[in-house]
C-alpha cells in the first residue's frame, strides 16, 4: 500500500481550506466531486497528509490548522459539518531571511513544502525555498512570485536532487480557461477572430486586491489568452470590477465576434458564474501528488507533466 | 503548376451559392474569409473549377449557375457585386433511375460530384452516386441520405478504384461543436456536470423542415454531444423554434451547471448567433479537396481525413 | 383592531403551499420577503386565516393543511423549520353538481373561498362559484376556468351582493411581465420594434401539463404581450420545452431588437430564472384581502383593482 | 402653416451629426424611424432648420454643415446617401468671454441656441447662454455643465422672458434607462432586490473620456438608478471599459438578483447593445421643438415636460 505524502503549508487562505476540507470530505465519503485525477501516480486525493503549517496572522497561529482554515478574512464556506482535528498547530511564519534555519528545522519530515501565501512577496517566497531546499523537501510554488522561473533556484533545486514545481496556478475552470478554448475551437474550425472582450468581476479579498494591482494580471491575462494565436491585437480585456456583493463568487462575461466562410459574422457570447476560492484545490492537489511522486522517484528539477497547471513556468519572463 | 479541380455539383441551394461565390471572391481578393486550409493537398480555395450543374427547379434550369444560385427560395446574401458567369448552365436532375445513363454522359471530364440536393430521397442519392461511378468520377455526399454509409456502395466505388466521402456535412461552426468543446473542457478539467442544455431556434426554409421532422434531429443532436461522455442523461435538448424573423440566422442558448471542488457549483451560459448557410461551404470545400486529391493518388473508397468534417460517416447507423 | 379574514381554499397544489407557509412565516418572523402591499386595506399578509380546505387526493383528503401541503406531486420546498398545525382538516372537494349543497355548508363562516384546483375544469369551478353563493362568501378564481368573465356568474353575485374577482391570476414576476416592460419601455423612448422572440421552459409537473396544451398557452402568452401594441405580428413565441432537470424553475430567454433614430440598431438580451410555483402567492394574498374588504363594505361584483393581478378580468373572451 | 424651428447649432460633433443627417432623411423619406414624437407641438422632425453652427476644430471651421458633420473623429455613420448642402457655413466658435457680443450677433435670426459642445467646460456653456440672452434667443444645454441648474442664469433667462432648457440628454434608450425600468418593475411587482450590477463598455472618443474621468459618470450613474429606490447601496456599477474595438457601440451587462415570496429567488442577466451616438437625437429634437414652442408663446424659463428628457434639471446639485 502507498504511504501517505506528508506536506507542510505556508498560508492557511482560503485556498487551503478548499483543500484541507476536500481531503477531508474525500476520506470521509469517498467520493469528492469536481476531481480532475481520481489516482495519480497511485496517490488518491484522500492520500495527502499535513505535517505543518505556518501563517502570520495572530487569529492563525497557535490553532489547529483544522480550525485556523476558518478564521477570517477567509470566507471558503464549510464543506463538511465536522472537520476533525487535524493535529496540526499553525506556526509563526518566518518574517526575514534570519528565520530560514529554524523554519528548515520545522520542516523536517515533510516530503512537499506547498507555498500558498499572498502573492507580491518574491523574497519570503524564496525564503522558504531555501528552507525545503536545506530539509530535503520538494517545492510547489503556486503563487506568481517567481521562484521555478527563477533559473538560479531551480538550479540549486536540481543539483540538490529535489523537485521544483511552480510558478502561479492555473484555475481549474475560470475565464482564462473558456475563453482560450473558445478561441482555439474558432481557429481550427477556420473562422476568422473579428474582435472579442472579457470582463472579469468578483468580490473576495482576493479579487479587490488584484484590482488594486489590476494592470500587471490584465497583461497576465492577455498573455494566457493569446499565447498561440495571431489573433493578440483583437482580444480586449476591461478593467476587472470589485463589486463586493458578488461575495466570494467571480463573474466573466466574454464576447466573441467573427467570420466565417465569406466574411459572414459569427457571434457569440457567455456569461460564468464559479465559486472564487475553489478553484485552485483541485489543480493544487495534483502537484502535491505530481512533486511527491518526483521526489519519490528521484526526479530533480522541473516535472514536464506540471506545465498545463501553470501559468508561468520554468522559462516565462519574470 | 497544380491543375485545378472540375467538379460537377447536383442541387443549387444555399449551400452552393455560398461556395460558388465565396471560390469567385477568393480568385478576385486573394484572400477569403473564414477558410479552414488556405492550401490542402496542393490545391487552394480558387482552384475548385464547376464543370457542371443539376437541378429540377424550372427557375434554375437552363440559367448560368452564377443566376441561379439567387433564385428563391435561396437567401444567400450577395459576397460579391459583380459575378462573373460562369459558363456552366444548370441542367435538369434525374428524377427517377432511368436516367442514370444520361446523366453519367452529362458527367463526363468531371473529377468530383458534389452531392447537395435537399435531404431525405435516398433513392435519388444513390442514383447520382451510380451516374458517377459509371462516369469515373469521385462522390462527396454533403446530406444525411445513406450513400457513404451504405456498405454495399461503398464496396462497389473501392471496386472501381473511386474515392467516396460521406455522409452529411458537420457544420463549420455550429451548436453541437460549441457545446460538446464546451463538456470537453468541463470533463477535461476535472469538473461534474450537474445538468445542461440547449436550444436551437432558426429563420430559413431548411430549418422549418427540420422542425418537421424534429425528433429524429434533436436525438442526433443529443447523440453527437454526449458521443465521448458519461453525461448522456443530463443534457437536454429544447424543442428547435422556426422564428421566421430570424431569417437566415440561426441562434442557440446554452446553459451548463457544473460543480467543481467539493461540490461548489459553476453556470455557464451562451448565446450563439450563426449565419445559417454559410456554415457548409467552408467545410465543402475541404471535401472536394481531400476528394480530388484521393482519386488523383488512386485512393479508392473512403478517406479517413474526412472524418472530423462528418456526422455520419461510414460505419455510423444508417 | 381588525379582525382576520376567514378563508375556504379549494385545491393544495403547490400556490397553497408557498401561500400557508408564507403567512406562517409573517407571523413568525414579521417580515415576510416579496409581499407586493405589507398592508391592503389595512389587513396585513399574516391576517388571513383559514377556517376549510377541499382536495381530491388520497394523500391530502383527511390530514391537516399544515401536513396537506408537503404531500407529492407538490414540492414547493419547505420555507419554514416548524410549521405550527393549522387546524384545518383537508375534506373530500366536490366532483359533481350534486354535492353543492354539501360542501356550501361545509363553507359556512368563510368570507372568501379561493378557487386554486388545477385548470381545466369549467363545471367544477362554477359548482364552487355556486356553493359560495349559496354559503354567503365572495369568490376568488385564480385559475384559467371562466367563473368571473361568465356574465351570467357575475350577475348572480352582483344580485347577491357577493364580490366576485378573477379569473386566472397574473405571475408577480415571469416572463410575460418583463417581456412586456421592455417592449413598452421601447415604444415609450420612441424606437421601433424589429423582431422580438422568447423562449420558455420549466420542469415543473404543471409545465409540462402546459407543454402538452402548448398551443392555447403561446397564444395567450402572445395575446398577453401585444395588447397595446401595435407591433403583434413581431414578436414570436417559440415552442415551450419541458426540461425536468431544471425541477421547480422557469428560465426565459428573451431577444428584442430594435431600430432608434435614424434607423441605427438596438440589441438586448435577457434571461431570467425563476422558482415556478411561488409567483403566485404574492399576488393571491392580495386578491384574498381586496375580496374581504369589498365584501366588508359591501362592495358587490368585481373589483377594478383587481385588474392587474388578472390574466382574464370580465370582458374577456372565454 | 407652422413655421419651421431656426436653430443654431455649437459644436459639431457625432449627436449633431445625426440630428443633422435623420432631418434631412425624415425630409426626404417623410418616415424616419425611432422619433419619440412624429409632431410636437404642432412642429415635424423636418421642421426643425440649421441657421449657424459652431465649432473649433480647424478641420470644421469653414466648411458646410453637412460636410463638416462627417470630419475626423466624428464617426457617425452615414444615414442618407446625398446629403444635400445646408448653407450654414460653420463658424469658429468663442474661446473666452471678449468674444460673446461677437456670437451674440451671429446668432441674430436663431429662435433657439442648442448647446451641444464637449462637456467640461462651464465657462464655454455660459459664455453662449449669454449670447443667447443677447440675440434673444431660447438656449437648449444637451451637456452635463451647468447652465439651466444655475440659479442665477435661470433668472436672468427668466427675466428676459427667454426659455432656458437642461441640462444633460437622457439617452434615447440606454443603460440606465432600462436597469431603472427593471429595478422599478421588481418593486412594483413587490419583490426585494438582493444586488444588481451594470457592466458598462464602449469605444467611442466621447467614451474614453468618459473612462478617464469615471467616478462622476458612475456615481451620477448611481444617482440616476436609485433616485426613487430604498436600494442604493444593493446596486454596483462596475468600471467603465474603453474597449476600440467596440467602436460607435456601447455595450452594457446588466444582472439582478431578487426575491420573491418567502424568498425564493429570481435572477435576470441582460445584455444591451446600442449604437452610440444616434441615442441623443431623438431626444434632442424634442427640446428643440419644446423651446421653440414656448418661445412662439412667450413661456420664459423651464419647461417641465422636458424634465424627463434631462439628467439634471434645475433644482438638481452642481
Redesign the interface.
Known amino acids: 500500500m502507498i504511504e501517505r505524502v506528508k506536506v507542510a503549508v505556508v498560508g492557511v487562505g482560503n485556498n487551503v481550506s ?1 483543500l484541507v ?2 481531503i477531508a ?1 474525500q476520506r470521509a465519503t469517498g467520493n ?6 481520481t489516482v495519480l501516480h497511485g496517490l488518491g486525493v484522500g492520500d495527502v497528509d499535513f505535517t505543518a503549517a505556518f501563517a502570520l496572522s495572530r487569529e492563525k497561529v497557535g490553532r489547529d490548522l483544522s480550525e485556523a482554515i476558518f478564521m477570517p478574512p477567509n470566507n471558503f ?1 464549510r ?1 463538511i459539518d465536522e472537520l476533525p482535528l487535524s493535529g496540526v498547530t499553525v506556526r509563526r511564519g518566518l518574517t526575514d531571511a534570519t528565520e530560514v534555519e529554524r523554519v528548515a528545522g520545522e520542516l523536517a519530515g515533510a516530503e512537499v513544502v506547498l507555498y500558498a501565501a499572498p502573492s507580491g512577496r518574491r523574497e519570503t517566497a524564496q525564503a522558504y525555498a531555501e528552507a525545503a531546499l536545506r530539509a530535503g523537501a520538494a517545492f510547489v510554488n503556486i503563487t506568481s512570485d517567481a521562484v521555478a522561473r527563477d533559473p538560479q533556484i531551480m538550479r540549486r533545486f536540481t543539483e540538490a536532487g529535489l523537485p521544483l514545481l511552480g510558478d502561479d496556478l492555473t484555475s ?2 475560470g475565464t482564462s ?2 475563453h482560450h ?2 478561441l482555439h ?2 481557429q481550427e ?4 477572430l ?4 472579457q ?1 472579469n ?1 468578483g468580490g473576495t479579498e482576493d479579487f479587490r486586491n488584484l484590482v488594486e494591482n489590476g494592470n500587471t494580471k490584465m497583461q497576465s491575462k492577455l498573455n494566457a489568452l493569446t499565447a498561440h494565436e495571431s489573433a493578440a491585437d ?1 482580444v ?1 480585456i ?4 470589485y ?4 461575495e466570494s463568487h467571480k ?1 466573466a ?1 466574454i ?1 466573441i465576434e ?18 472564487d476560492p ?2 485552485g ?2 489543480v493544487t492537489v495534483d502537484l502535491i501528488r505530481m512533486a511527491a511522486n518526483a521526489l519519490r522517484h528521484r526526479h530533480a528539477g522541473y516535472v514536464a507533466e506540471a506545465t498545463p497547471l501553470l501559468k508561468s513556468p520554468p522559462g516565462t519572463s519574470i
Open positions: 478548499a476540507q476536500g470530505l469528492l466531486v469536481g476531481v480532475r485525477r464556506p464543506l481549474q475552470f480557461i473558456v478554448a473558445l475551437l474558432l474550425r477556420g473562422l476568422t473579428t474582435s472579442s472582450y470582463v468581476l483583437k480586449e476591461a478593467p476587472l470590477g463589486l463586493p456583493h458578488l463573474v462575461h464576447n467573427a467570420q466565417t466562410w465569406g466574411g459572414t459574422p459569427v457571434s457569440l457570447d457567455l456569461k460564468l458564474k464559479v465559486h475553489s478553484g484545490a483541485g
